[in-house]
Structures are given as structure tokens and as C-alpha cells.
């Protein structure tokens, strides 16, 4: 079992940046595929990007493509989503997930394929 915290969200202007960081308990993190969620106001939580067990592979949402970047340091328990050119469209809570798997090549974008969630950080991002 994996407990997940997250942390750096907060109130930043458009075209700003904020890195959101995901802390997990256990001792076990390189067993998990990792992903980033994301939830506004009034919408379905939807996909931001995942990262495999080992970090050689992640994926994007089109929206953020190119702007966010997922990353992990698996010595520290730690995944990471760098958030650059911030827009107000970005605004919600951000939910690390995990999903144990043997395939160390496997990612997720499927909320329903994921485990173990955490509490969500605010992002606002003013215009």
C-alpha cells in the first residue's frame, strides 16, 4: 500500500510556472506507475500525464503537451510535475495517482486504472 501527498500548488499568473510535487510513503515506489489528474470546477477529473516505474517513459494530455513535464526520482519516493506557461484554462485541483505493475514499460491514462490516490493541490491561475 502507498500513501500519496502532494504539495506546490498555489496562485500564479498566466505564463507562469509551478512545480507540484508528490510524496509517497512505502518502500516500494519503484513498483508504480505514476500519474498526474487534474479537476475544475464543475468538470470531470481528467488525464494529465503518467510516467512508468522507471521514468524512461511518459505521456501527455494534448492540452499540456509541451508546457508540463512529469518526472520521478525514485530514491526519494518522489514524482514531480513541472507546470510552464501556466493559462487560466489550467486552473484546478491536481491529484497524483499510483498503480502498482510488473511491466516496467507500462503507463496509464485511465483514472479507473489507478489504485492509490492522493488529497489534490490548488492551482489558480489568474489571468
Known amino acids: 500500500q502507498v500513501q500519496l501527498v502532494e504539495s ?64 520521478r526520482d525514485n530514491a526519494a519516493n518522489t514524482v514531480y510535475l513541472q507546470m510552464n506557461s501556466l493559462k487560466p484554462e489550467d486552473t484546478a485541483v491536481y491529484y497524483c495517482a499510483a498503480r502498482s505493475t510488473l511491466n516496467s514499460r507500462s503507463y496509464y491514462l485511465g483514472e479507473n486504472e489507478y489504485t492509490y490516490w492522493g488529497q489534490g493541490t490548488q492551482v489558480t491561475v489568474s489571468s
Open 8 to 71: 506546490g500548488g498555489g496562485l500564479v499568473q498566466a505564463g507562469g510556472s509551478l512545480r507540484l510535487t508528490c510524496a509517497a510513503s512505502g518502500r516500494t515506489f519503484n513498483a508504480y506507475a505514476m500519474g498526474w489528474f487534474r479537476q475544475a470546477p464543475g468538470k470531470e477529473r481528467e488525464f494529465v500525464a503518467t510516467i512508468t516505474r522507471t521514468g524512461r517513459s511518459t505521456y501527455y494530455a494534448d492540452s499540456v503537451k509541451g508546457r508540463f513535464t512529469i518526472s
